[in-house]
């Protein structure tokens, strides 16, 4: 059929197809912009990356996140180490239902955060380890978090001679990938979660909660606790058996550090555990016991004032006033009580996701106010300086000159310290 008969003139056909060319253009430089590559920061230390991939069960230790008795506790673990060998770059995230899990968080769509999930990071899959022996660092994940989320902490940490244990904890992890193919989700009811969490139980240490038939002495807290402790074990084990990791890891200098859910974890296990050696937890309530009691290890504790989370539930939404009240107040107790060395950095800039990589994935995680008004590689930078310090401190004994600077901090930075008797 020609252009008259069809009542389309050729002109008009054209005018369309050149419409449908922009309106394909526009959405394309929309995608880049609105969802790029993030771009991780450069680390600053002295080594390369290198990163191993386990997965442990816990034998002893029933599931209490699946409904099957015969499940017992499952963790997969990527281990950043020391290296300085080159490879091609390891991509972000491993498994596409990680970002599926994510992206249903933020109510995105998952294709649109594929440039996200291939991300190239730093780190070179299975790297041959640098020499030497180098303290360890577990990170705990934080409620529908992966074990990668703060990528820009772990790197750092890594190249100035850290080895970092990062965790994938099922049912608080956005989506445990077990190496059968199962996948274990982020528990999907969060008010039902809450119920196990410190601020619904007026006194942790006499409660036992039950979930799925598995009693959870004191709510979740503990038992995600022993996580870290069952973790530690197994590295000791790789201390001496890994075919790549044997005679690098330091396992009498472990430390721990997490953000939110991970920041009530990592003190627990220290409380339960003195083979950690040091403890840092940012933006994080605690337990009644932990706050009440103290830790026995040097502490820095990350956080903001309560204003500031006033201002991010204006802006997003969330941070009701006892959930703010009890994340000041037990942060407040622990510092006041700790038996080490403490420090409570306040960064007033940061929002919860600050600590995260959240807010380089895509401008829409500022443009709705889930981030804080600081920029997102300063916070990083900020975040990792004061981390950086306090572990070259307390496992390293080095000097640490930012942690002596109370009276002039770092732009929108805040310093306290209280030294142990």
């Given at each position: ?336 009580h700790n038996h080490g060395d403490a420090y409570y950095v306040t ?75």
């Amino acid at each position: 059929m020609n252009a008259a008969r069809s009542g389309v003139p050729d002109f008009a056909r054209g005018l369309i197809a050149v419409s449908l060319l922009v309106v394909v253009a526009l959405a394309a430089v929309a995608w880049f912009v609105l969802f790029p590559t993030p771009r991780f920061p450069e680390p600053t230390g002295p080594y390369g990356v290198g990163t191993r991939i386990y997965d442990w069960t816990d034998v002893t230790r029933p599931e209490p996140f699946t409904a099957d008795s015969n499940d017992h506790r499952q963790l997969v673990v990527q281990i950043w180490y020391p290296t300085h060998a080159p490879g091609p770059r390891d991509r972000y995230i491993e498994h596409s239902e990680t970002m599926a899990a994510v992206s249903a968080r933020f109510h995105v769509p998952a294709f649109l955060l594929r440039n996200i999930e291939r991300a190239p990071t730093h780190a070179v899959l299975n790297a041959s380890a640098a020499e030497g022996r180098f303290p360890v660092l577990l990170n705990p994940t934080g409620f529908s978090g992966f074990r990668d989320a703060s990528l820009f902490w772990i790197e750092e940490l890594t190249s100035h001679g850290y080895v970092v244990v990062g965790l994938d904890q099922p049912g608080t992890a956005a989506a445990t990938v077990l190496p059968d193919g199962r996948v274990i989700p982020v528990m999907a009811d969060i008010a039902e979660f809450k119920r196990y969490m410190p601020l619904a139980l007026s006194d942790a240490s006499n409660q036992t909660p039950d979930m799925n038939g598995v009693a959870l002495p004191g709510g979740i807290i503990p038992f995600l606790a022993e996580d870290l402790r069952f973790v530690l074990n197994k590295v000791e084990t790789l201390a001496s058996e890994d075919a790549v990791l044997a005679g690098h890891l330091d396992v009498e200098r472990a430390g721990v550090f997490g953000v939110s859910l991970g920041g009530y974890t990592g003190p627990e296990a220290c409380h339960l555990d003195q083979r950690f050696r040091a403890c840092l937890a940012a933006d994080a309530g605690q337990t009644a016991r932990v706050a009440r009691e103290g830790l026995q290890q040097p502490l820095m504790i990350m956080s903001r004032d309560a204003s500031v989370m006033r201002h991010e539930r204006a802006k997003a939404g969330g941070w009701p006033e006892p959930e703010i009240g009890h994340t000041i107040d037990t942060e407040r107790a622990l510092f006041e009580h700790n038996h080490g060395d403490a420090y409570y950095v306040t960064m007033n800039g940061m929002y919860h996701v600050n600590w995260t990589d959240a807010p380089i994935w895509t401008p829409i995680v500022r443009w709705m106010g889930l981030a804080g008004p600081i920029d997102p590689y300063r916070g990083f930078a900020d975040t990792n300086a004061y981390a950086l310090a306090f572990f070259d401190r307390y496992l390293k004994a080095q000097p640490s000159p930012l942690l002596e600077d109370t009276a002039h901090t770092r732009r929108d930075v805040q310093l306290e310290a209280r030294r142990s008797q």
